[in-house]
């Protein structure tokens, strides 16, 4: 590493108003480009959550994705992560009326921005198949 960076290890920084965030090995990494998909359901928030990570955990296609493909779920939170080599995703679950909000908001790099009609897609079409 050149000599005038520094290692920065899980922080992030802001930088002409935009979030910036630094990996495990200081390697710095600019904002990402994002997609979010929503779907509102008659199903519980509880029951939202398990079909939803259902799907996350399950999901032959999306494991083919990224070799380093992983899921962690907090259920108290009705939240979870999925991580890999090139994205990030967040899942949130709130009560809706009736029903439940699902929201998943996915992290691209920049070199894959071109796919996020394509993952939006995705996601949307799985959301809908499985909460309805």
Known sequence: ???????????????????????????????????????????????????????LEEDQELHKLDAQYKCEFDESKLSGLATGKHFK???AISEGNPGSNVQIT?????????AKGIVQKTLQRKLDRALT
């Open 89 to 91: 995703a967040s899942m």
């Open 1 to 55: 590493m050149p000599s005038h960076l520094v290692p920065i290890s899980n922080q992030i920084l802001h930088a002409a108003g935009k979030e910036w965030t630094a990996g495990p090995d200081g390697t710095i990494f600019g904002p990402m480009p994002k997609v979010t998909v929503s779907c509102q359901s008659t199903v519980s928030s509880k029951e939202a959550f398990d079909r939803v990570r259902k799907i």
């Open 106 to 114: 996915v992290e691209l790099p920049l070199a894959l921005s071109l």
